[in-house]
């Protein structure tokens, strides 16, 4: 577990104790303070994927101290991220089968996707023992609080964001911290107004839905079909062979996020207003020289619809 630990602690803050136990028992897979209970009849990836998992509580519950009663996916999503992280990572290594993903996290946006179409969601503000379904907590603790920090990483950009964990685990080690206290470091470390995401993607069930509805000449008609506002990454494939990326930030982030691995060398247009149904996007090519238009090429957005975030539409077969 050297490598996991080494990982783990320049990602997400130092593991502050000096030993960590794997013990034979109980049902599954409980964390403990320093100890997991795990059973051992399993795969070898199984049992991995599990321990992982279970020690990343280590850095959410036992250090952060996050109440799981009250907001469940400070601690099992975020353990969630973290644990499709290391196991990335791994994979990455050689240290266990399987194939290294540019992003761990699009199954679990995908999932999330498919239970919020359902109409079986409901909030994260739920108490954990209050939901109606175990899916829906299941759901909501898990995925969605995992798909939440792959959200936040998409407004704030890779760096900002490794940035902001690592401040998040510092200011508020051994402090227990709630979903305020969480969004104030992401607010502090980006420089961004972070209370509108907040506000509809914990507070509410609302979906994300992005449409390019057209385009005329250099004009790229988008349309917002959802209820929460989302920053927009355009990707623009030219004839030339050329990809032109073009950023167009929320204007209640109050800021726009900085170059990151996988949309970069973009260009800043302005902002959309939060209550405009529209937006008109004026590009630098001609409609002729262009092969394909998308909104958010790298996935990590959580629309629920993706087959209008392509210009020329795509046929939907399926999902």
């Not at 303070?33 to 599990?50: D, Y």
């Not at 990572?89 to 050689?94: C, G, N």
Request: net charge negative; proline share 4%; hydrophobic share 35%.
């Amino acid at each position: 577990m050297d490598e996991v630990f080494t990982f783990a602690n320049d990602e997400f803050g130092k593991y502050p104790f000096d030993g960590y136990s794997f013990i034979q028992g109980g049902d599954g897979g409980m964390e403990y303070p320093m100890a997991t209970l795990i059973t051992g009849n399993r795969t070898f990836i199984s049992l991995v994927g599990v321990c992982v998992h279970e020690l990343m509580h280590s850095w959410f519950q036992t250090v952060l101290g996050s109440n799981e009663s009250l907001y469940p996916w400070m601690d099992e999503g975020f353990a969630s991220f973290a644990a499709s992280e290391v196991m990335n990572h791994l994979k990455e290594k050689k240290l266990i089968p399987g194939e290294y993903e540019k992003d761990p996290h699009l199954k679990s946006i995908t999932r999330y996707i498919i239970f919020a179409l359902s109409g079986r969601e409901e909030p994260l503000t739920t108490h954990a023992d209050h939901f109606t379904t175990n899916s829906a907590y299941g759901t909501a603790a898990y995925t969605k609080g995992e798909v939440l920090l792959e959200q936040l990483r998409y407004i704030l950009g890779d760096k900002t964001f490794d940035e902001a964990m690592l401040r998040y685990f510092n200011t508020w080690k051994f402090k227990h911290p709630n979903a305020n206290d969480f969004f104030r470091v992401m607010e502090k470390q980006s420089g961004l107004e972070l209370d509108w995401f907040r506000e509809y993607f914990v507070n509410t069930i609302y979906t994300i839905d992005y449409e390019i509805e057209g385009i005329s000449g250099n004009n790229i008609v988008l349309k917002n079909n959802g209820l929460v506002p989302m920053p927009l990454d355009i990707t623009v494939t030219a004839k030339n062979g050329k990809i032109y990326n073009y950023y167009i930030p929320q204007e209640i982030m109050r800021g726009e996020k900085n170059e990151e691995t996988c949309f970069n060398n973009f260009k800043i247009m302005s902002d959309w207003a939060w209550t405009d149904p529209t937006y008109q996007l004026k590009i630098d090519q001609d409609e002729k020289d262009i092969i394909s238009i998308e909104i958010d090429s790298s996935k990590r957005m959580a629309d629920i619809n993706r087959f209008n975030n392509i210009w020329p539409r795509m046929e939907k077969t399926s999902r």
